[in-house]
């Protein structure tokens, strides 16, 4: 059988754009999903050139209903139902809360969880329809705990991990899977400008790679969650086990930044 359509959100950079270059090596053609057309359109030639990738691009941002409108629209265009979907666009932020931009926390709202629902529900008739497919959610390590100084980031990976875990079950027995990866820190345009091995010294980064193959593994394994790197495996065992005081007070001291010591 024919590699289907694969839809990756957040393709312009980092994860999203790992995840769909090892989907086009796969032999899947391409729907791609950011705001920076120009990024995307590098991508498009890179896998073409590659491995002949046909790639649809879709210029949209994803906290807005006429982004989700535009995307939604482009994946019926293709006519069938895509065999992989990665809600992968994300962003977060830190600080105070009560200090931070409250268009950019709702807006981080808007894109980490409401385009998820909105994305995932479009496409998931059709391909339980088929009997075939794999949505992948990314959420983050942060989704275990509360994580003062990234109180409205850390919530939408909570948010996003337990829709996609429910959704996973609820999907049993359809032949589509879902799966919430679930990576520590990772070197990628959101480390490097919100957060990177500077503000955490000592916290070793994965290579975005580790986390793509991570997901592949986890996908054929037939799990629900994959956290990925040591440290985000480290952190779910750790709010397992510990007191949420504890943790709590562990997570705010990791992620203050260094006017709020
Ligand atoms: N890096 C880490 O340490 C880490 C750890 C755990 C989880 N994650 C998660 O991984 C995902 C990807 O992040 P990343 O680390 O790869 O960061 P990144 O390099 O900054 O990539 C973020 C992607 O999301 C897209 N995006 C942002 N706002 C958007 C909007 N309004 N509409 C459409 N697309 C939008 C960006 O594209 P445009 O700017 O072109 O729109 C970009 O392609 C996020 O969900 C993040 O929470 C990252």
């Not at 270059?21 to 899947?28: E, K, Q």
């Not at 529900?121 to 329809?129: F, K, Q, R």
Request: net charge positive; hydrophobic share 45%; with cysteine.
């Amino acid at each position: 059988m024919s590699r289907g359509l694969a839809v990756v959100t957040g393709a312009s950079s980092g994860l999203g754009h790992a995840y769909a270059r090892s989907l086009a090596s796969r032999g899947h053609p391409l729907l791609v999903v950011a705001r920076r057309a120009d990024r995307l359109r590098e991508l498009a030639d890179e896998v073409a050139a590659l491995h002949g990738t046909p790639t649809t691009t879709v210029v949209a941002d994803l906290a807005t209903p006429e982004g989700l409108a535009a995307t939604r629209d482009a994946i019926d265009a293709w006519g069938a139902a895509p065999e992989v979907v990665v809600l992968n666009a994300g962003y977060g932020s830190r600080g105070r809360t009560w200090e931070l931009d409250r268009d950019r926390e709702s807006g981080m709202v808007r894109l980490n969880c409401v385009a998820v629902v909105d994305l995932g529900v479009h496409v998931l008739p059709a391909m339980v329809a088929a009997r075939r497919g794999a949505l992948v959610v990314v959420s983050s390590a942060a989704a275990w705990q509360p994580v003062p100084f990234m109180a409205t980031y850390a919530a939408t990976k909570a948010f996003e991990l337990h829709w996609t875990e429910a959704v996973a079950e609820e999907l049993r027995g359809t032949g589509v899977r879902a799966l919430a990866v679930c990576p520590g820190p990772t070197r990628t345009e959101f480390t490097l400008s919100g957060g990177g091995s500077s503000t955490y010294p000592g916290i070793p980064f994965d290579d975005v790679d580790l986390v793509v193959r991570a997901t592949w593994r986890a996908l054929a394994a037939g799990r629900r969650r994959a956290p990925t790197g040591v440290v985000a495996r480290g952190s779910m065992l750790a709010s397992r086990l510990l007191p949420r005081g504890l943790v709590l007070r562990a997570a705010a001291l990791t992620h203050r930044e260094r006017d709020h010591a």
